[in-house]
């Protein structure tokens, strides 16, 4: 993919060169992406179908497996294989519409996803923060935006009282962290 | 008042240098207007109208005299001269420069104060009563409670970009004062057996073109589950709500949808994933936010002041301002205050329900610093509150109040109007709202006619999104478009509180010009069937909506009452 911002430790950057390729299954069916790219990226629907023989083959081939969510997917469908699933991309069909958050905090926190969890779709600069907290590690701006310009959104000020995927407990418990006097207040009762 | 730590100053000055460059980067024309609108929304900044409008928060509708003095400052430097206080506990200003609001956010950032999320699709201004942490009635101070939902929810990463608006209020007194069951989540504070605090969580409501009262999801719910609560309810909120279609995206349609039983359990089955997490409030939490809402320095005063009761029986306008607009204080000698921002209209001079001018912001600033400790409330009926106010100051303080001319003694009285802005300012409107209350507030400006009548709520909105909260007022007006034409529906029966209900249409819509007169009948109805002091609402609950209908849509005698009321009937337009 182009125009994409990845996080390296915590360190955001233009990727040079990305791999993944999203996958019109419609058309190209499981074979191989059209460009010959290992990288694929298919959508849960097809995923569902495909799972089975694509992870046999991830097996056998060591090749990445990737899956788009769409909005009104359910995260969980991906538990049984969430483990070998090396890249999920998340879409925001527009930037207003926001249940890919929701979506990313459930496959961070609940599901524990490790690997990569990508911004597709209307990706603005804008939102890059709030993104970021919700656990996604990569980026793919919209196409007639620079991808450059966007990473100053990542750069300012960010500061939450909420937890958040990428800040798990929230300030008032950092606050005491932060060395303010006071007891330690353990959660449960 | 709870006052800002480097945390809470931190986040609002980088909120007004991020939102200087959004602004700068619109005015050059790198971000298009389609990107800007949510950026500038969820930093209070619509268009309206005319010209852009500004609306700020205030949290829980508490001020210092110092923020209620840089809001007039506001007001006088970058607006006409005066401000809007809204039934969300916010204030509005109408005539905004979109180059000047990065300034006027930094004047609000340095006193504590923000605009942010008061509008956008996120969590909203926390409200509570006006009265909170004074009133004889209240069971718990809901304050602190609200200060931490306020931090929770301000700028919460995941819930930015939920379906819809989401409000949130939290109330802990007999009465609720607070609209709890107009609201997404309304949050009933009160003591369990061994004094904890406990919360009910209502969740649901919403008035706009499909008003709905909110319905209890969970009884009993201990305080420190408060914010992993909010987010169990919001999380299925974000994950489920509608998109499509933006009149049936909030959470009140979901919770139809569902039913308040699925919806519970869904909220139930995400909160015990987390109920236990780091989100679970602790003590050290509620302590350091608490500290904020110390009871002030109270004197020991006997309940009863000599001189205060020798003004009540010498002067009888004072002592019908006192018994309309005081409230009865926890503390003894103490009373709170209410502002009445409605007076009757004259002919040179009318202001909206809930407007105020610089000056008069200035002199109840100075009042609140002479009389009471610095304090000022804004409550939802769109008036100001002082709340702690020696009754033996009383007589002092109310000559004061009646030379800025706020002290009309209407409060919850017929022309204590509820209205929106309507036409006049908001490109929304399908009629012009505030000429209708001005009308209704000068045929009744009879006080002693309006003191006989006794309490009786009026709500008028300016189109279907019930900004006026019309669905709750014992008599509501909506405005209403038909053809190009302005006409006026009247609803009868609605509350706010313990005893909430929407209210019922009458009957086909009026015009404007013909409101004061339909509302004259109204009331002669209530007088004719009323048993001694009733209000209104009781009469009405006693005696059901018939009479009412009949006297405006029959009219009482034609040859006595030569007014022709016109009516707009609509083919199949819905008479309940
Ligand atoms: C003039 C600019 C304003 C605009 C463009 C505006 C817009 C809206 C819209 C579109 C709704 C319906 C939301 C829905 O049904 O989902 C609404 C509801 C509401 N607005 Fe406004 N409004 C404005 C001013 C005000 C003012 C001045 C007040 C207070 C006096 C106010 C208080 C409310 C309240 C209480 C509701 C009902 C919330 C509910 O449905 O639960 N608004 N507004
Ligand atoms: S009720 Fe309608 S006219 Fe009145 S402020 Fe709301 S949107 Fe505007």
């Given at each position: 993919m182009k125009n994409l911002i990845t996080l390296h430790s915590g360190a955001a950057a233009v990727a040079v060169?990305?791999?993944w390729e999203l996958v019109d299954?419609?058309?190209?069916?499981?074979?191989?992406?059209a460009s010959g790219s290992a990288y694929r990226i298919l959508p849960l629907s097809d995923w569902r179908q495909l799972s089975e023989v694509a992870a046999k083959r991830s097996e056998a081939t060591a090749e990445p497996m990737g899956v788009l969510l769409h909005?009104?997917?359910?995260?969980?469908?991906l538990a049984p294989w969430i483990d070998r699933i090396a890249l999920i991309a998340l879409e925001f069909?527009?930037?207003?519409?926001?249940r890919a958050y929701t979506q990313a905090f459930v496959l961070r926190s609940r599901l524990g996803f490790r690997g990569e969890l990508r911004a597709i779709g209307?990706?603005?600069?804008?939102?890059l923060v709030a993104m970021r907290h919700c656990g996604f590690s990569s980026f793919a701006v919209?196409?007639?935006?620079s991808a450059e310009d966007a990473l100053k959104g990542l750069a300012g000020f960010d500061l939450i009282y909420a937890r958040s995927?990428?800040?798990?407990?929230p300030l008032f418990r950092r606050r005491l962290r932060a060395g303010e006097p006071g007891e330690s207040d353990q959660p449960g009762t | 008042m709870y006052k800002y730590d480097e945390y809470d100053r931190a986040l609002v000055q980088a909120r007004v240098a991020q939102f200087r460059d959004q602004v700068a980067r619109r005015l050059s024309g790198e971000l298009s207007e389609e990107e800007f609108v949510p950026l500038r929304l969820q930093n209070g900044l619509y268009l309206q109208r005319h010209a852009y409008m500004l609306r700020v928060a205030i949290p829980y509708g508490t001020l210092s005299s110092v923020q209620l003095r840089t809001l007039g400052r506001i007001a006088e430097q970058y607006d006409r001269g005066y401000g809007h206080f809204s039934t969300r506990q916010n204030i509005q200003f109408n005539w905004i420069e979109l180059e000047q609001v990065p300034d006027i956010l930094q004047l609000l950032a340095d006193q504590e104060m923000h605009a942010i999320?008061?509008?956008?699709?996120c969590v909203r201004n926390i409200t509570t009563e006006?009265?909170?942490?004074?009133?004889?009635?209240?069971?718990?101070?809901?304050r602190p409670l609200a200060e931490i939902l306020r931090q929770w929810s301000t700028v919460n990463p995941e819930f930015l970009y939920l379906p819809r608006k989401f409000k949130i209020a939290i109330s802990s007194s007999?009465?609720?004062?607070?609209?709890?069951?107009?609201?997404?989540i309304g949050l009933y504070l009160y003591p369990g057996d061994e004094g904890e605090m406990l919360l009910r969580v209502m969740v649901g409501g919403g008035l706009g073109r499909t008003p709905i009262l909110n319905e209890q999801v969970?009884?009993?719910?201990?305080?420190?589950h408060l914010l992993t609560y909010v987010e169990a309810v919001l999380r299925v909120y974000n994950r489920h709500?509608?998109?499509?279609n933006k009149y049936k995206a909030r959470i009140k349609i979901l919770v139809k949808a569902l039913g308040v039983e699925a919806f519970a359990r869904e909220v139930e089955l995400e909160w015990e994933q987390i109920?236990?997490?780091?989100g679970q409030l602790t003590l050290h939490e509620y302590q350091r936010v608490a500290q904020g809402f110390r009871v002030p320095d109270y004197e020991r005063l006997d309940a009863l002041d000599a001189d205060f009761g020798a003004w009540l029986a010498r002067d009888a306008a004072f002592a019908r301002w006192v018994q309309t607009n005081t409230r009865a204080h926890k503390v003894a000698g103490y009373s709170s205050v209410v502002l009445s921002t409605?007076?009757?209209?004259t002919a040179d001079q009318s202001t909206a329900p809930g407007d105020l001018a610089a000056a008069q912001m200035y002199s109840v600033a100075d009042l609140a610093d002479r009389y009471g400790f610095g304090e000022i409330r804004v409550a939802h009926e769109q008036n100001l509150v002082?709340?702690?106010?020696?009754k033996r100051d009383l007589y002092a303080l109310w000559k004061a109040l009646v030379s800025i001319k706020?002290?009309?003694?209407?409060?919850?009285?017929?022309?204590d109007v509820i209205a929106c802005p309507g036409g006049d300012f908001c490109?929304?409107?399908?009629?012009?709202s505030l000429p209708v209350a001005r009308a209704i507030q000068q045929r009744f400006d009879n006080l002693d006619y309006l003191h006989d009548l006794g309490e009786i709520s009026l709500n008028i909105s300016g189109?279907?999104?019930?900004c006026g909260h019309h669905h709750i007022g014992n008599i509501g007006i909506l405005g209403v478009d038909r053809k190009g034409e302005e006409f006026f529906q009247v609803t009868l029966g609605g509350a706010q509180g313990k005893n909430s209900s929407l209210g019922k249409v009458i009957g086909p819509s009026f015009r404007a010009e013909d409101i004061p007169q339909v509302i004259e009948r109204l009331l002669e109805t209530f007088v004719r069937y009323r048993?001694?002091?009733?209000p209104f609402i009781e009469t009405l609950g006693r005696i059901g909506a018939g009479p009412f209908k009949e006297s405006v849509?029959?009219?009482?005698?034609e040859s006595t009452n030569p007014a022709q009321i016109h009516t707009h009937s609509r083919k199949g337009e819905a008479m309940a």
């Open positions: 060169k990305d791999p299954t419609q058309e190209g069916e499981a074979a191989p992406g909005p009104d997917d359910d995260p969980a469908d069909p527009s930037f207003r519409d926001g209307d990706v603005l600069r804008d939102q919209r196409g007639d935006r995927v990428a800040c798990p407990e | 999320q008061t509008s956008g699709n006006a009265f909170a942490g004074v009133a004889r009635d209240e069971l718990l101070d809901p007999e009465t609720d004062r607070a609209a709890l069951r107009a609201h997404d969970r009884e009993a719910l201990p305080w420190r709500g509608r998109r499509d109920r236990d997490s780091a409605k007076p009757a209209p002082l709340p702690d106010i020696r706020l002290a009309t003694p209407n409060i919850g009285l017929l022309t490109s929304l409107a399908s009629t012009r189109c279907v999104n019930a048993e001694v002091e009733e849509y029959s009219g009482p005698d």
